[in-house]
């Protein structure tokens, strides 16, 4: 019998169609962008970019332009729910429309296609990330896997940063289904460029606990306890000065630090013996002042971004599938202070919300690019009556109301418009 070396079995991520997908991504732009001033927003003096056309052809355009200089990469992709898949380019494998694919499949949709579609715009898009950029991609269970799997082979496995996750609604409501199961979180997977990435972490903040009971002149401060049980540390006992009353429990402190700390005034003890003490830290003290991020990012409602975008268009709800704006603010947030921030799946342009929102909160210097195709607005949605006609025209017109909401704080809150022809 072979061993596993000696057969021609290996790992293998294939699917019909992407030796072609792969050339997508080597192919020369065949279109030039227009500027379209009228449709800007202070069109001199701004920095942030809307694209509007389909995206591989403005990634394509943009490898001349921007190779390199972009920090951050955020994508909602279509999820490949059955409903959501549209392709404005020349289509994946063996030439065959998305619509013929899926009634082949009953309605089904197959993974094939959306790797095809996402593969060149992803080789195209790590060539515009900077050295210590990242791409964040929000996904759900339908891709997930198959997400993960076209990461590791466009930016390296060893550049997998994280798989963030992040709560959509706090319970099931409406008819239980089948399976008696309800997904309430999405993902939001982030590959770095190079090791270069980090994140800049989660700003400390004194409300997180923290308060000054007793009035010490060295600020606020809050309780960490010393004891650390069921690690393997030695027992070693603190002593209270004012009591003799004698400490002893689990820690990684040797004695001589702990009683460093109770001449020092940062210890708390406690009034009976089967409680711990606990030492003071004082929110002042720390170098950093951002303390590490979670991958659990929390609850952000997905109904409460929809009702805040609705109440942005006079209480008409113009699009679906938008993602909370405070989820988006907080993941930037968290990421970078300065730099171009690209989102080629826009949508209604909560990316471009978000940075104005951020930069106007802690005066950042964020710039966003925006990418969205004229997909049009179906005749019988509330955006086609409102007399929105494509999707860009809601995401521009909600660039415009976000910038008057934020304009006058001093952030660049204008758009310049190009148009691929
Ligand atoms: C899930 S939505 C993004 C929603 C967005 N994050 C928001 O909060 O509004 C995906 C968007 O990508 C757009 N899209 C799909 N294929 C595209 C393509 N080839 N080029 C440009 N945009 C595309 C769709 O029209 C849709 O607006």
């Known amino acids: ?3 596993g070396s000696e057969t021609d079995e290996r790992l293998e991520f294939s699917w019909p169609g992407k ?6 991504a080597l192919l020369p732009p065949t279109s030039r962008l227009v500027p379209c001033p009228e449709e800007s927003f202070h069109w001199d003096e701004t920095e942030n970019l809307y694209f509007e056309g389909d995206n591989l052809e403005v990634l394509r355009l943009l490898q001349e332009t921007h190779a390199g200089k972009v920090r951050l990469i955020y994508i909602d992709p279509p999820y490949n729910t059955g409903r959501d898949f549209i392709f404005c380019d020349r289509f994946h494998s063996n030439g065959e429309t998305q619509e013929k694919v899926l009634r082949k499949t009953s309605g089904k949709p197959l993974h094939g296609p959306w790797c095809s579609m996402m593969l060149p715009r992803l080789i195209l898009a790590r060539n515009l990330l900077a050295e210590d950029g990242a791409i964040c991609i929000s996904i759900d269970d339908h891709e997930a896997a198959y997400l993960r799997l076209l990461c590791d082979e466009v930016f390296g496995p060893e550049n997998f940063v994280a798989q963030l996750v992040w709560q959509t609604k706090r319970e ?7 399976l008696m199961c309800v997904p309430n979180h999405e993902y939001i997977l982030v590959y770095a460029r190079t090791q270069n990435f980090r994140f800049l972490g989660d700003p400390r903040n004194v409300q997180d606990g923290f308060s000054n009971p007793d009035g010490d002149p060295r600020g606020p401060w809050k309780r960490q306890y010393l004891q650390r049980f069921g690690q393997g540390f030695r027992v070693r006992s603190i ?3 004012e009591n003799g009353m004698v400490f002893s429990f689990e820690t990684p402190y040797t004695e001589e630090k702990m009683a460093q700390w109770v001449k020092e005034g940062r210890i708390i003890f406690p009034t009976s013996r089967d409680k711990f003490p606990a030492r003071k830290e004082f929110f002042g003290e720390y170098a950093n002042p951002f303390k590490p991020i979670v991958t659990s990012l929390g609850l952000f409602s997905t109904k409460v971004g929809s ?13 679906d599938y938008a993602k909370p ?10 990421t970078i202070r300065e730099g171009i921030i690209l989102d080629f799946f826009s949508g209604s342009a909560t990316t471009g919300h978000a940075v104005m929102k951020l930069n106007a909160e802690d005066d950042g210097r964020r710039k966003f690019i925006l990418v969205q195709c004229a997909e049009p607005c179906g005749e019988k949605t509330h955006a086609a009556q409102a007399g929105f006609a494509h999707i860009s025209e809601i ?3 909600r660039l415009r109301r976000a910038a008057m909401q934020f304009g006058t704080l001093g952030i660049d809150s204008g758009f310049r418009v190009f148009k691929t022809e």
């Open 395 to 397: 995401g521009k017109e």
């Open 239 to 241: 002593t209270n000065p």
């Open 1 to 3: 019998m072979k061993n």
């Open 325 to 334: 704006l405070d989820l988006l603010v907080t993941l930037f947030r968290r």
């Open 172 to 178: 099931a409501k409406g008819i239980p289904p089948k």
């Open 19 to 24: 030796r072609e997908a792969r050339e997508e």
């Open 307 to 319: 009702e805040e975008l609705k109440r942005l268009f006079g209480n008409v709800k113009v699009f």
